[in-house]
């Protein structure tokens, strides 16, 4: 996939181009929908489909205190995009000489550009300065150039509209199945493995800490994980928290631990993305080290009968590979 990230380097050089346009966060159902759609239309068209995305989110030079923390990194949004089936993305930086556009001479920029046979929207959609710009105007504008503006249907789950704003209330209520169903594939975090205190080798648990760009951190607490390393995915026990048993009192800094099964192997400083599949409980605080490891080796055994019955028919999550390793000493 080509990714333009200036829209002065954007040409009208492909043919017959089908384009929608949005922020794209998460690229959940309701956005793969539409892309599928539009994947589908341009080739009946012998045409071009293209996304047009924004980075960073409007509301993140706009509003900053009000801005939602983001569902994917933009490298994770546009690796769903690019499996998707589209060859050209244009990632539009938005700035405040942006927001301060006309929406009128942005839409007329837009296709001067690209020159797009039809364009999509979703039904909220709005741009240019102060939101003033709507389906409406497009529609209005299209008539002009002679462009089709089409309006996506809403993708609903157990009769609620699929959002980001959906996914992200279920991840920070620590409802991870439900936001894997949103999205159609686990949440994912993605980033490196760093050094921990090494409490985990200490307890003979070793965990693989993870520093992650992500801004959206589930809810504390425990949770079957995949660890993706190297193209293969390793079986996990995950905690999200301030481990309050061994470091109790207030400053402690959120750690991000994976325990692999069946895993020893040094990968420190490998990058990793990390799939969280089901919320096992809450992080506590125990009255000390052996409660603690009593209740992380119960935690084991609950994440093994999750993937036993996953390998007895039960539904696995998209794209999910589960294999256990020979892999970390880590801390």
């Not at 990632?91 to 999509?120: G, K, M």
């Not at 809450?282 to 609950?302: M, N, S």
């Amino acid at each position: 996939m080509k990714v333009i990230t200036r829209l002065e380097d954007l040409a009208p050089e492909y043919a017959l181009p089908v384009a929608t346009v949005g922020n794209f966060d998460g690229v959940h159902l309701g956005h793969q929908s539409l892309i599928r759609d539009l994947v589908s239309r341009a080739a009946s068209l012998g045409g071009t489909p293209v996304v047009l995305t924004f980075h960073p989110h409007p509301l993140q030079v706009l509003a900053a205190n009000n801005a939602p923390l983001q569902i994917q990194t933009l490298r994770q949004r546009l690796a769903v995009i690019e499996a998707l089936g589209i060859p050209l993305t244009v990632v539009i930086p938005f700035d405040l000489e942006l927001a301060q556009r006309e929406a009128r001479d942005f839409a007329h920029e837009l296709w001067e550009r690209l020159v797009f046979r039809e364009i999509y929207v979703g039904p909220n959609f709005a741009f240019g300065h102060r939101r003033q710009g709507s389906f409406n105007l497009l529609k209005e504008i299209g008539e002009e150039k002679g462009f089709l503006t089409g309006k996506i249907h809403q993708v609903q789950f157990r009769g609620s509209r699929v959002s980001s704003t959906a996914i992200r209330q279920a991840l920070t209520s620590g409802h991870v199945g439900l936001a894997r169903r949103l999205l159609a594939r686990p949440y994912a975090l993605e980033g490196r493995v760093v050094h921990g205190r090494g409490l985990g080798s200490k307890l003979r648990i070793p965990t693989a800490n993870l520093e992650t760009p992500n801004e959206l951190i589930p809810r504390r607490g425990v949770y079957v994980s995949l660890l993706e390393l190297e193209g293969c995915r390793y079986r996990g026990v995950t905690n999200i928290g301030f481990r309050p048993t061994v470091t109790p009192g207030a400053g402690a800094a959120l750690s991000i631990e994976t325990h692999l099964l069946d895993f020893d192997r040094d990968i420190y400083g490998a990058p990793v993305t990390l799939e969280f599949l089901m919320r096992l409980r809450d992080e506590r605080r125990f009255a000390g080290l052996p409660e603690l490891q009593a209740q992380i080796g119960k935690d084991v055994r609950d994440a093994r009968r999750y993937f036993r019955r996953l390998g007895s028919g039960a539904s696995a999550p998209a794209g999910a590979l589960h294999r256990e390793g020979t892999s970390a000493h880590y801390a």
